[in-house]
């Protein structure tokens, strides 16, 4: 079915100028952006967000990277768009990632992984209510 899941352009990948060719990748992969924005995380944003990371020995350099400079989060809609978004990302670990996918071409480290994705249809509804108002989700024909 239709699902919407929650996309993040880290720090990196707006730093490289690269936003454009991703977003590119969505849409070509039939994910249209209903909601889009670009903000520098705040630590309490970064904290909150990544809560469920909170104690895991990276968590500390997670909220240095993902405070460091400006993310875009977009809303990506289409079908099964959980899933499809991961895919496209490629593993967490880019040394991982399989060729093609965005972490592959895009990221330098598991730290600097160039994007993050929702890893279920639970966390997509928690993570876009995080950083969006229903009201702000446009619908697309
Ligand atoms: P992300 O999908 O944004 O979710 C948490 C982030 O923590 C992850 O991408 C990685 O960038 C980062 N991270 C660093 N080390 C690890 C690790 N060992 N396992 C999972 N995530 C990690």
């Given at each position: 079915g239709v699902q919407r899941t929650l996309s993040i352009a880290k720090p990196d990948a707006v730093s490289k100028n690269v936003i454009g060719e991703i977003y590119s990748r969505f849409e070509k992969a039939g994910l249209s952006i209903v909601a889009a924005k670009m903000l520098r995380l705040s630590r309490e944003q970064a904290e909150g967000f990544y809560?469920?990371?909170?104690?895991?020995?990276?968590f500390p350099a997670l909220i240095d990277f993902m405070t460091s400079g400006p993310v875009t989060v977009q809303v990506l809609e289409g079908e099964g768009a959980v899933l499809k978004n991961r895919d496209l990302m490629g593993a967490t670990n880019p040394k991982e990632a399989a060729a093609g996918t965005i972490r592959a071409d895009f990221a330098e480290s598991i730290d600097a992984n160039a994007v993050h994705g929702s890893d279920s249809e639970e966390s997509a509804a928690r993570e876009i209510a995080f950083f969006f108002a229903t009201s702000e989700l446009c619908d697309r024909v």
């Open positions: 809560a469920e990371h909170k104690g895991r020995p990276f």
